[in-house]
């Protein structure tokens, strides 16, 4: 087995169940260094010791693979993930718009997200990095995010778009965390909020009007904001009124995320029957921060699935084509 192959599917499932960070950039680190080793240094094991990015654990898959073996380590990896969540619908999903790379929270560059994309058969990959109030994630700025214009339209290819776009803040009084005028030259805009998720249920239902109203915003993002498991704990969803941003969403051709983190499953069920009956589009994203995340998608396929929403309903089914119609037509003015 290819050692780098068998260290970065390692990294990527270790992305895919949100294990530490560290050790999957770790095993990242170890595929970048052996990337460009001949066959007689990934023999040579005193070399291979003193590679940097190399540690013993990366060491014992290298070696492993260098024997022919499926290493150990991969091994139980695809075991603990072989009950993948299977639907229909799954196979409909052409893209993917809301996504992170290490210019804000995400693990990895830019280029790694869209090849993953890429070797999952996405036709489109929309980099959704955060705004500038979200210090915590390494926001970003106008001018990163102008700056980061011309490394997304490099990584595209004739199959495979990666659009530029931003995860936007809402902040307390409903306006967007950007420039406006910057806004309207991005592909894609996906408005979340992201503080004060208690705030009281009416400045809350007033507050994503307000956003989804602007004219500025594609997707609204993690809906309640909510978490229902993993490393970072659970919290309860925000409060509103769940039926008037919903109608708000589908009078201004907004989509509702379902966002397919596992550990967060937001919508709730309910909400998502709700907007489904006022009429709304929606969007599954996978709101992946590494490459091993962008597998996530199935988690939201499958509850889109369960909850019926017809694929014709669901935005990242569609042609890359008509996914510019949509947002064209909803924003005239972009350029």
């Known amino acids: 087995m290819d050692p780098h192959a068998a260290l970065s599917e390692i990294a990527g499932l270790l992305e895919r169940e949100r294990s530490s960070r560290y050790r999957s950039k770790a095993f990242r680190a170890a595929a ?22 190399i540690g013993e654990s990366t060491l014992a898959v290298i070696l492993q693979a260098r024997a022919g073996a499926v290493p150990d380590y991969l091994a139980d990896l695809r075991a603990r993930a072989g009950g993948s969540v299977s639907s229909r619908l799954r196979g409909s999903l052409r893209g993917d718009l809301h996504s992170h790379s290490d210019w804000s929270d995400g693990l990895t560059p830019i280029p790694l997200m869209a090849e993953a994309a890429r070797d999952l058969g996405h036709e489109y990959l929309a980099l959704t990095d955060h705004s500038p109030r979200l210090r915590v994630a390494n926001g970003l700025s106008a001018q990163r995010l102008r700056a980061q214009r011309d490394v997304v339209r490099a990584l595209g290819t004739e199959r495979f778009t990666l659009l530029w776009g931003i995860e936007v803040d809402v902040l307390d009084d409903g306006e967007l965390d950007q420039d406006a005028e910057l806004l309207a030259e991005l592909d894609v805009v996906v408005a979340s909020v992201h503080s004060k998720l208690r705030m009281e249920s009416g400045p809350m239902t007033r507050r994503m009007i307000a956003a989804v109203s602007s004219g500025r915003a594609d997707v609204l993002g993690h809906v309640t904001g909510r978490l229902v498991e993993g490393a970072r704990g659970t919290r309860p969803a925000s409060t509103f009124d769940a039926a008037a941003v919903f109608a708000a969403c589908a009078a201004h051709d907004v989509a509702v995320e379902i966002n397919s983190r596992p550990e967060r499953q937001d919508p709730p069920d309910d909400l998502i029957a709700l907007a489904l009956e006022a009429g709304c589009l929606f969007s599954i994203d996978s709101d992946a921060h590494a490459p091993g995340q962008l597998s996530l998608l199935d988690h939201g396929a499958r509850r889109a699935e369960d ?3 017809p694929a014709e309903r669901i935005v990242t089914t569609w042609p890359l084509p008509r996914l510019r119609e949509w947002i064209g037509g909803r924003r005239p003015r972009r350029e």
Request: charged fraction near 30%; proline fraction near 0%.
């Open 32 to 53: 970048e260094a052996v990337a460009g080793l001949s066959e007689a240094e990934l023999d040579d094991v005193a070399l291979l010791r003193r590679t940097k990015g």
């Open 307 to 309: 909850a019926g929403i």
